[in-house]
């Protein structure tokens, strides 16, 4: 199997480790008792995987929107990414899951309320990725009426450590060679 992969450099992490921190007190993440801790490493690991993703598509030379480093809601969030794939804009998120996940159970946790609440704000194809130390590995990619489909008779598990509900799919259900694909249709600047 291949990968895509790009390292980020220590005081980027940094960054993002403060930037992080600054979210969670700006936006309150530790008064409802949630494991601030959790939810900053969770930022962390999510931006390195976004900033990989961004100079690969800038590597590549393809058009791209990306939110950023985002503060506020849930609800302005908006999609990771977005590029152009036939003249149309396609939305792309990232699912940056720990080693665990990937090496022992083999499986990609999403959440739940997003499936059940959220489904328009799905984006059009979701990447399985990963970071250790910095270097970030994206594995594959898996589109939303498939994701949609392999959720709907998916386990639901509660997370202790993020404390809350996750729908798990199979890690066999993202495709790296679709991945490949579709970066090479992507349209360029």
């Known amino acids: 199997m291949s990968y895509f992969h790009y390292t980020i450099p220590p005081d980027m992490i940094q960054?993002?480790?403060?930037?992080?921190?600054?979210?969670?007190?700006?936006?309150?993440?530790?008064?409802?008792?949630r494991p601030v801790d959790v939810k900053i490493d969770n930022f962390v690991h999510c931006?390195?995987?976004?900033?990989?993703?961004?100079?690969?598509?800038?590597?590549?030379?393809?058009?791209?929107?990306?939110?950023?480093?985002?503060?506020?809601?849930?609800?302005?969030?908006?999609?990771d990414f977005t590029v152009r794939i036939n003249g149309k804009e396609v939305s792309i998120g990232l699912r940056s899951v720990a080693p665990e996940?990937?090496?022992?159970?083999?499986?990609?946790?999403?959440?739940?309320?997003?499936?059940?609440?959220?489904?328009?704000?799905?984006?059009?194809?979701?990447?399985?990725?990963?970071?250790?130390?910095?270097?970030?590995?994206?594995f594959g990619i898996i589109s939303k009426e498939d994701l949609l489909e392999s959720v709907q008779n998916a386990e639901r598990k509660y997370s202790k450590q993020n404390q809350e509900y996750f729908r798990v799919i199979p890690l066999e259900k993202f495709s790296f060679s679709l991945l490949q694909e579709l970066v090479e249709k992507m349209e360029r600047v």
């Open 15 to 33: 960054f993002f480790r403060s930037q992080a921190e600054q979210k969670i007190q700006v936006e309150g993440w530790g008064k409802d008792g």
């Open 47 to 79: 931006w390195i995987t976004e900033e990989a993703f961004k100079q690969i598509l800038i590597k590549e030379k393809v058009w791209f929107r990306h939110r950023g480093l985002y503060f506020g809601d849930a609800q302005g969030a908006g999609a």
């Open 101 to 138: 996940s990937l090496h022992k159970w083999k499986t990609v946790p999403y959440p739940d309320d997003r499936i059940r609440l959220e489904k328009e704000k799905i984006s059009d194809y979701h990447i399985v990725c990963n970071h250790d130390n910095g270097q970030a590995t994206f």
